[in-house]
C-alpha cells in the first residue's frame, strides 16, 4: 500500500514536533481532526505542510525503491485483501475498496524515483482481484492526476494562503473526502 497508518502518525507527529507540540492527538481508531493539520498551517504556513510531509515521502520512496527494485511477480500483500473481500463476502456484507487520491505534488515523486510502473501494477492486480471474486465487490481509484490534486501550494513564507482541496501530498481534506465519497455513493 502507498499508505500505512504507521507512515500516517510518523508523519504528523513530525510535524507537530516541528510546530513545538509533543504529540498527535489521535483517537483509538488512528484518526485525526482537521483541527491538527489546520493548527500546524496557521502556524507555518500550507507550503510548509508540503515541504514537510514531502522530506518524509522521499525518504520513504527510497526505501521503498530498495524493496522493490528487482521485484518480479504479483506484489505482496494481495493475500490480505483476498481475505477481508472473502469475510465480507461470507458475511454477505457489499465491500468498496477505495485507492484513495495523492497531491499531484506526490504523484510526481513517485514518477521520479521510478515507482509509477508499480503504481499502475498495483491498481491493475486489486481490479483483477475484485473481478475474479465477483458481485458484491467495487474498486474505486482516485489516484491520478485530477483538477482536485493538481493545486498549487502556496509560496514559502506564504501563512495565509489556504489550499482547497490538501494539506499535504498525501492527506486530503474534508470537503474532497465528501466529493469522492458522493461520486462512490452516487
Known sequence: SLLTMRALVDSADTVLRQFGRDTLNLADDGTTTESDFSNAARADGMHDLFAQKESFEIERVRRGLSRVRNWTGPLPNQDIVLDMIRVA??????????????????????WRAGLWPR?????????????????????????????YNAEPVPSPGDRKTQTQWFWEPTHFKQTLGHIIIARITG
Open 89 to 110: 463476502k461470507a458475511h454477505d456484507v457489499r465491500l468498496t475498496l477505495v485507492i484513495l487520491p495523492h497531491h499531484a505534488q506526490a504523484l510526481e515523486l513517485y
Open 119 to 147: 503504481v499502475e501494477q498495483l491498481k491493475a492486480e486489486l481490479a483483477d482481484l475484485v473481478a475474479r471474486e465477483g458481485s458484491g465487490v467495487v474498486l474505486w481509484d482516485f489516484l491520478d492526476f485530477s483538477s
